[in-house]
């Protein structure tokens, strides 16, 4: 007995450590942020950009005001921590023409900001003058013509909040609401709704502050090549002020999910999708679960149905705390992307918040979502305590290259040893609007979610993977979307976009100043 006892107390410290250990591990994986996340580490690392900026003493205080003076910004990625000359907070159009005069009184460059989810520095430039529109966020909405007036720091679950009271929905955004409509604009986003796909096509005009002050309206008809490189711009041609964009109406669906091989989906799509009426909404998504990796596909589709009754309001998330944890988890190699695969798969479809049927009254469908509620996502469960940082990027493919695409994506990944956690598959039609289209003919997105941690090794391995997933699409007749790290080469640029060098001559013209820059500028513009 003397002999037990002696073994039995280590044993159970080890077995309450294990516990204790488990315990931090599961609230670190699943407890909400307590404050912004902050990082020093700088990828690539640029000590120029690490210098506090130097301020220029005013004899009379500016006609703004300074959200903040020297110091860092930095981006979603948080990778980008760049000293500028201060942030000024912007609420009306006499800020924003006097922000400019001081900037060009100054020698300093201007860039706009919104939420900050380009991750390559698009948003600012070192010893800059960043625009914080946010608190710039009028609407103003004429429901008898569908349209909508919106200011470009409005964000898009404010316009979400306003329509559902209405009846009405967005057209087109990117599938998470948290972003600006001038972000928006500045990217030619795009989302789940494959008839506009990127927003372009559902903006009828917008008006823009030039660097000398001027303010010009530009639309499909009027200002025509001002419009056309603004949208997809990256803030380098001017403010966007405020945009009109077209608005529908709310509609009831009826989701379904389909399982299937990647190598069936596009012809799936083109004869069940591209040219079904019935279809409001649809999106793919790519197992990364080691046993089906990059192979199994579940094809997500919300088909438009009568609904008798008053549509549901909006209703915020629920499960923030378990899907930030099953995210979490997946960051952890292949059991924890197996879980995640096996309860989205088999879990979700029961966890969906659905119309129930007595709401349905007599309609049959076993899940049935508003146009606004599945739209409305804010994906607060992405956002963690971890020391690290999820990375997306973008590349389009045109729709008989997907498997070779696929293909290539899953040899990348191996060989490179990526840590790829998501792959959205969505649809972009050709782009016959923007000056630097990403969508050369009708094509699939594929939207990819990596995770890094704040070290050299992770991001190198990021960067060499993002140069090989480029040459890949290109060899699929694809292109790669510019708003994240600028990991590529100037050729690489010049081989998914040979329209470049008139952007950037177009940018010149409207801007001969170059008051307006950014590091995607100065990187590749100059």
Known sequence: MKRVRRWLLPVVLVLASILVVGAKKVFDYAAAPAKEKESDFVFPNNPDHEKPTVLVAQPKAPPFTFQQRGGFVNDASHLNKTAVYGVVRISSEDDIRAALQFAREHNLKVTCAGQQHSMGGQTFTHNGLVLDLRDFNRI?????????????????????????????????????????????????????????????????SVRVMLSNGSIVRASPTENTELFRHVLGGYGLFGVILDADLDIVDNEMYNRKTAYMNYTDFPKYYQTSVENAKDVGLIFGRLSVSPRSFLRETAVHAYLKTPFDGAMPPLKPATHDALDRFIINFSKTGGLGRWTRWTLEKYAEPHLHDCVSRNQAMSQKEVCLVTRNEEMYDDMAYLKNRLPDTDILQEYFIPYDRMPE??????????????????????????????????????????????????????????????????????????????????????????????????????????????????????????
């Not at 009271?165 to 087109?172: A, I, M, P, R």
């Not at 993002?466 to 007749?477: E, F, H, K, N, P």
């Not at 952007?503 to 008051?515: E, G, R, S, T, V």
């Open 140 to 204: 103003r909405l004429d429901k008898e013509h569908k349209t909508v007036n919106l200011q470009s720091g409005v964000r898009w679950w404010r316009l979400q909040q306003l329509l559902d009271t209405e009846g009405l929905s967005v057209k087109s955004m990117q599938s998470i609401n948290i972003f600006s409509v001038g972000g928006t604009l500045s990217i030619n986003a795009h989302g789940i709704d494959p008839l506009p796909g990127p927003i372009a096509p559902t903006v009828r």
């Open 405 to 526: 695409f696929v293909d290539g994506l899953r040899g990348v990944v191996i060989r490179d040893q990526a840590n790829l956690l998501n792959v959205t598959i969505r649809t972009v039609h050709k782009d016959e609007i923007t000056a630097l289209p990403y969508a050369k003919e009708n094509m699939f997105g594929f939207v990819l979610y990596f995770n890094v941690k704040f070290n050299e090794r992770d991001n190198e391995i990021l960067e060499k993977t993002t140069s090989d997933l480029i040459d890949v699409a290109q060899r699929a007749g694809g292109t790669y979307y510019l708003p994240y790290q600028l990991f590529y080469s100037k050729e690489q640029l010049h081989n998914c976009y040979p329209e470049i060098d008139d952007f950037f001559a177009a940018k010149n013209k409207y801007d001969p100043i170059a008051l307006f820059s950014n590091k995607f500028y100065e990187k590749y513009g100059r």
